[in-house]
């Protein structure tokens, strides 16, 4: 079992910063890619960002390439996953959700934690 709690969202102003955090624990969780997602208000939700279990390999949603940097923390017994989210907008608002891949295929996840609300007033 994998255990995600993410932590870090709130209220912010266009143009502003947040940085998410996911606490991973279970499993060995350092040797899983973690993504980010979000769903917004009426909205499906939608990939945001990846990591590889190593760090060393990150995609990105063309909707957030440039604004967002997501990165992570394996040195702990649980495993730190973040979102750095810069120059937000309006339509960043959501739900922001952090995930485990166990089988690494790019779509494909298993754990999920339970949201944190990002909302960007205008």
């Known amino acids: 079992q994998v255990q995600l709690v993410e932590s870090g969202g709130g209220l912010v102003q266009t143009g502003g910063s947040l940085r998410l955090s996911c606490a991973a624990s279970?499993?060995?969780?350092?040797?899983?890619?973690m993504g980010w997602f979000r769903q917004g208000p009426g909205k499906e939700r939608e990939f945001v960002a990846r990591i590889s279990w190593s760090g060393g390999n990150t995609y990105y949603a063309d909707s957030v390439k440039g604004r967002f940097t997501i990165s992570r923390d394996n040195a702990k017994n649980t495993v730190y996953l973040y979102l750095q989210m810069n120059s937000l907008k309006p339509e960043d608002t959501a739900v922001y959700y952090c995930?485990?891949?166990?089988?690494?295929?790019?779509?494909?996840?298993?754990?999920w934690g339970q949201g944190t609300q990002v909302t960007v007033a205008s």
């Open positions: 279970g499993r060995t969780v350092s040797t899983y890619a």
């Open positions: 995930a485990v891949s166990l089988s690494g295929a790019l779509n494909e996840y298993h754990y």
